[in-house]
RNA sequence: GCAUCGAUGGUCUAGUGGCAUGACUUUGGCCUUCCAAGCCAAUAGCCCGGGUUCAAUUCCCGGUCGAUGCACCA
């Protein structure tokens, strides 16, 4: 590798050109934090979400759905996005900066501001220096800006909906159809891959900090008390660079653990975590992520959100951007599955049944309703109801109704010692959360696979793909156009593409720029037909990354191409 | 969003108050028997809106995008 100037402009350059990433709409001017994916690229991110389809449908078993990008209000007003995304903010009159509001009155003492009132915020910071140009800030309208896209639903109705902040939810309204689904068994999950919105303030960063970006997170429900994840021993033995807690309080570099030692030392906080920043790892690893440039740095407890148990982040480390975090794996406990139960009133539980029955003696009232319904009339009903729960004492129990207190004399019921079967409990689950930054995986294979050397006194630029995930992975060349050699050659074509294999055909100009060309967006092989084919069929097969060529039958080639395309055969063991 | 700087074919770039450079790429042709060779030709551009001016890509104002700093940011 060669000195390279600013590797985010080389590569987006190369991006730009070659028709992975574009600015999106530019012909109108384009706007920040939007993006388009252009043919290279849409294929490359497709190959992407597969490659993960792979790991977590097909080899973990949780199934795809695919969820409503909009959403009503009441999602989210239980998820605690209408709240928690929006900020209480200030435009300082002196400087014309927005600050955060609260942030400013916690600076200077103020305990919880985020809870105060617009108006209550309005007035604590009143006299207080604007934290960018020092100036006093007077009077002035504190305002809730919300990182939710906003819009209405239906004409007329203008029922507020939000476009999706993240998949989770769709994930965790649909929890009881899952449960039902996976047939009432734990633990299950679910995944979706899509689009998400947050209007941020002000996105930078190129395709790093995006308006409308994707997504792909897995939602795992899980026994609140069993997390050893059932195929722990895939990953037992895996190693992973871990930035934990300590390690960032005291300034050292992350510690290479397993994950079963991480676990028994208490680093991670348990299996199911543990597994997935393993698995994490291996994805990116085969996606083209350099696994030099990887890690997992732990949340620190003011960073953590505040139910969850254990979160921990990849991050990948950019020649521009330093470390950027691309996937959150958490342990959100029941805070989900809690927040929805309890704002939409259905069931969240999980019917987990014992090993064998249970007998429990309980203490059950028993009401007269003889008595108590002439006496109460309407209210008996909910004085039964209350009594149930009450806990009588020597001469009767007092119970509150409405807000009125009634003294239930003890002759107007029966305490009765009852042993019942127990066959299992209700449990809610808790849910473990792997989520995935799509375009900032993408943008880190683009920059970690981006290679330039010389070759001949020329810059020769090459993206590494791996073949899993390259747009094209064949390239096939007549070495001159005549002769019958591109008749040849576009036999192959069609013969590779038949069997799946993304396949180019390319006959303009020298057979050298050709190579170049293919390089350039990663093809890892290329095919050429040349005068030798005529006389022997045989073609030869160059391989991207180390220039070399070996010869081959065209009736070996779609084999050959295969156990080469998925790794089964290295090139090298192919060369004499 | 504020401040500073920038924006010229697909890419990189020169330059200008009056026909807009050059290179690379791309396309077609010639040549060429394996790594961006050579020759001929073609395609294609002054970010958007307003103002000043006979005339604006150039000067002015506003916007958009990008870079940097500040602020903001799961």
New binding site residues.
């Given amino acids: 590798m060669i000195a390279m100037g600013d590797i985010y402009d080389n590569v987006m ?1 190369l991006a ?2 070659r028709g992975f990433i574009w ?1 999106s709409a530019e012909v109108y ?4 934090g939007f993006i388009d994916y252009g043919p290279l690229g849409a294929m490359m991110k497709r190959r992407v979400e597969n490659l993960w389809r792979d790991f977590y449908i097909i080899r973990e078993g949780y199934y795809e759905i695919e969820c409503p990008t909009v959403g009503t209000e009441a999602i989210y007003v239980a998820s605690g996005h209408v709240k928690g995304f929006a ?1 209480k903010m200030i435009l300082c009159p002196h ?6 509001a609260d ?1 400013i009155a916690e600076a200077h003492g103020s305990e919880n501001a985020a809870t105060l009132s617009k108006e209550a915020l309005a007035r604590v910071i009143q006299e207080l220096p604007c ?2 140009c020092e100036e006093q800030i007077g009077s002035t309208e504190v305002f809730e800006f919300n990182l939710m896209f906003e819009t209405t639903i239906g004409p007329g109705s203008q029922r507020k909906g939000y476009l999706r902040p993240e998949t989770a939810q769709g994930i965790f309204t649909d929890f009881a159809r899952l449960l039902r689904f996976y047939r009432n068994k734990l633990p299950f999950g679910a995944v979706q891959i899509g689009k998400s919105y947050r209007n ?3 996105p ?3 395709v790093i ?1 995006l308006r409308e970006f994707s997504q792909a997170e897995a939602e795992i429900f899980v026994h609140p008390e069993e997390k050893e994840h059932p195929t722990f021993g895939t990953y037992a033995d895996y190693r992973v660079p871990l930035l934990g807690i300590e390690q960032q309080e005291k300034g050292r570099e992350p510690v290479v653990a397993t994950m079963r030692e991480a676990v028994d030392a208490g680093l991670v906080a348990n299996e199911y975590v543990a597994y997935y920043v393993a698995l994490t790892h291996d994805f990116m690893v085969h996606s083209g992520v350099d696994p030099a440039k990887m890690r997992f740095r732990q949340h620190l407890p003011d ?1 953590r959100a505040h139910y969850a148990e254990d979160c921990w982040d990849a991050e990948i480390h950019s020649g ?1 951007f330093g470390w950027v ?1 691309t996937v959150g794996i958490a342990d959100r406990t029941d805070y989900d599955l809690r927040a929805h139960a309890g704002h939409s009133g259905d069931s969240f539980t999980v019917f987990v049944p014992y090993d064998g029955v249970r007998y429990e003696t309980r203490t059950r009232i028993v009401p007269d309703m003889g008595v108590l319904g002439p006496k109460y009339r309407g209210k008996a009903k909910a004085i039964a109801d209350a009594l149930a729960d009450a806990d009588p004492g020597e001469d009767g129990v007092e119970v509150t109704v409405d807000g009125e207190r009634i003294f239930i004399p003890a002759d107007t019921y029966e305490v009765r010692e009852e042993e019942v079967e127990v066959r299992g409990e209700e449990v809610m689950p808790h849910v473990i959360e792997p989520s995935y930054g799509i375009d900032r995986i993408f943008y880190s294979i683009l920059e970690h696979t981006y290679d330039e050397e010389i ?2 006194g ?1 810059i ?2 090459v993206l590494r793909l791996p073949p899993g995930i390259a747009p094209v992975q064949v390239a096939v060349f007549p ?3 005549r002769d019958g050699l591109d008749a040849i050659a576009r036999d192959i074509v069609q013969t590779l593409s038949g069997r799946g294999v993304l396949t180019q055909y390319d006959d ?6 050709r ?3 293919q390089d ?1 967006i990663g093809t890892p092989f290329a095919v ?1 037909v ?2 030798e084919t005529k006389d022997d069929r045989t ?2 097969v ?1 391989d991207r990354d180390t ?1 070399q ?1 070996i010869r081959c039958g065209i009736d070996d080639l779609p084999v050959m191409l295969a156990s080469l395309l998925d790794g089964s055969i290295e090139f090298n063991a192919l060369v004499q």
Avoid: F, K, W
């Fill in positions: 350059e730009r050109r600015p001017g384009a706007v920040a900020d400087c014309g900066e927005y600050a955060r942030h934290p960018a941020e303030i002000s930078r960063q190129g900090r960073e521009r975090e070759v001949e020329e020769r630029r070495l001159m156009t303009n100009g020298a057979i050298g720029r190579y170049r060309r350039e050429t040349d005068y073609v030869t160059r220039m060529q």
